[in-house]
């Protein structure tokens, strides 16, 4: 009879290490979807910290419609592309050093975009080095000022943009005789092709940008392009404008 109770006691025992083992797996196994859970949720916060620094960056910044009022950066070309009037100083600094003392130092411009005025008006742009005297300032005609106006339309923020001048048929020259270019203040002996020579408009009317002015007769550079034993052929019509628009204001 002992025997027997023996033996009728090993199922009882199985059956309770079966339980110890069944209820270990199940605390591994949750233990495992807990750690995954966790896993799962740093994952998401990642991604969700990633999206909220990316979307700025993504998303497109405006573009400058007709009547908004933008801000700039710009460099003035002539047709050969020497610059002549820059916002950027360190181009400046880079003409200075390849004896291009010519160049022009201004400011950022503040400008509509998509404005018109006739090509024959005057814009004078203020020069912060090298100073001059006898000039209100920098000479831009109205068909410049009209085509960096237009050019402005559909540019985003940080944008860099190359736009030409066009001049309607206006060849922007004179033919100067010898008295004529000594009437200015020229030296016809030493002129020679290539050389840049000092012009002064009368801004009449004026359109001051970036500071008013008082006096009437703004800068501009000439370029000869010819020259005969008795005259000289002089151009003051520019090539181009690099414009990088900085923001919009309104």
């Given at each position: 009879m002992a025997s027997s109770r023996?033996?009728?006691?090993?199922?009882?025992?199985?059956?309770?290490?079966?339980?110890?083992?069944?209820?270990?797996?199940?605390?591994d196994?949750?233990?495992?979807?807990?750690?995954?859970?966790?896993?799962?949720?740093?994952?998401?916060?990642?991604?969700?910290?990633?999206?909220?620094?990316?979307?700025p960056i993504l998303a497109k910044k405006p573009a400058a419609q007709v009547g908004d009022t933008a801000v700039i950066d710009y460099t003035i070309f002539t047709e050969d592309g020497r610059p002549v009037i820059t916002t950027d100083q360190t181009l400046l600094e880079s003409e200075y050093r390849k004896g291009n003392s010519g160049l022009l130092?201004?400011?950022?411009l503040e400008m509509t975009a998509g404005?018109?005025?006739?090509?024959?008006?005057?814009?004078?742009?203020?020069?912060?080095?090298?100073?001059?005297?006898?000039?209100?300032?920098?000479?831009?005609?109205?068909?410049e000022t009209n085509a960096i106006s237009a050019g402005l339309i559909g540019m985003r923020q940080g944008e860099t943009k190359t736009i030409s001048f066009s001049y309607g048929g206006n060849d922007l020259e004179m033919n100067l005789s010898q008295e004529d270019a000594d009437g200015i203040g020229l030296n016809f002996t030493q002129a020679a092709v290539g050389d840049m020579?000092?012009?002064g408009l009368t801004t009449?009317?004026?359109?001051?940008?970036?500071?008013?002015?008082?006096?009437?007769?703004?800068?501009?550079?000439?370029?000869?392009?010819?020259?005969?034993?008795?005259?000289?052929?002089?151009?003051?019509?520019?090539?181009?404008?690099?414009?990088?628009?900085?923001?919009?204001?309104?």
């Amino acid at each position: 009879m002992a025997s027997s109770r023996t033996l009728l006691s090993y199922p009882t025992v199985t059956v309770l290490l079966m339980k110890k083992t069944q209820q270990k797996n199940s605390k591994d196994e949750g233990a495992g979807r807990m750690k995954w859970a966790y896993v799962a949720i740093a994952v998401l916060i990642a991604v969700a910290m990633v999206g909220t620094y990316l979307a700025p960056i993504l998303a497109k910044k405006p573009a400058a419609q007709v009547g908004d009022t933008a801000v700039i950066d710009y460099t003035i070309f002539t047709e050969d592309g020497r610059p002549v009037i820059t916002t950027d100083q360190t181009l400046l600094e880079s003409e200075y050093r390849k004896g291009n003392s010519g160049l022009l130092l201004t400011q950022r411009l503040e400008m509509t975009a998509g404005a018109q005025v006739s090509g024959e008006n005057v814009a004078v742009l203020p020069v912060v080095y090298p100073p001059i005297t006898g000039f209100s300032g920098f000479g831009l005609l109205g068909f410049e000022t009209n085509a960096i106006s237009a050019g402005l339309i559909g540019m985003r923020q940080g944008e860099t943009k190359t736009i030409s001048f066009s001049y309607g048929g206006n060849d922007l020259e004179m033919n100067l005789s010898q008295e004529d270019a000594d009437g200015i203040g020229l030296n016809f002996t030493q002129a020679a092709v290539g050389d840049m020579i000092t012009l002064g408009l009368t801004t009449s009317p004026e359109i001051p940008l970036g500071g008013e002015t008082n006096s009437t007769t703004a800068l501009r550079f000439g370029q000869v392009i010819d020259k005969t034993d008795d005259s000289l052929v002089i151009i003051y019509r520019y090539g181009s404008a690099s414009v990088t628009l900085n923001g919009i204001t309104g």
